[in-house]
């Protein structure tokens, strides 16, 4: 199994930015998938899930409504498209499924 994020990088505040997590080695169609996030100093936090179809999905309050995960079963890869930044979603993002993590892509908000 490998989980691939990318997209990461320096954002203004208010500005946006798509992640891809690029998955293999199991039937990515068949599963939900999930982002995290690690700020400096603080723990792991569940950004949002999706289903294996996509049809539905889950964030947390910080990021509802800023913050959309789509995926492509076609293509294998899962996307987190972040809208109106703020320096509070500066953080490594990472990809899961079951028990795998990605490497994870840093997202840094800041004037």
């Known amino acids: 199994v490998q989980l691939v994020e990318s997209g990461g990088g320096l954002v203004q505040p208010g500005g946006s930015l798509r992640l891809s997590c690029a998955a293999s080695?199991?039937?990515?169609?068949?599963?939900?998938m999930a982002w995290y996030r690690q700020a400096p100093g603080k723990e792991r936090e569940l950004v949002g899930t999706i289903t294996s179809a996509g049809g539905s999905t889950n964030y947390a309050s910080s990021v509802q409504g800023r913050f959309t995960i789509s995926r492509d079963n076609a293509k294998n890869t899962m996307y987190l498209q972040m809208n109106s930044l703020k320096p509070e979603d500066t953080a490594v993002y990472y990809c899961?499924?079951?028990?795998?993590w990605g490497q994870g892509t840093q997202v840094t908000v800041s004037s």
């Open positions: 899961r499924w079951s028990t795998y």
């Open positions: 080695g199991f039937t990515f169609s068949r599963y939900g």
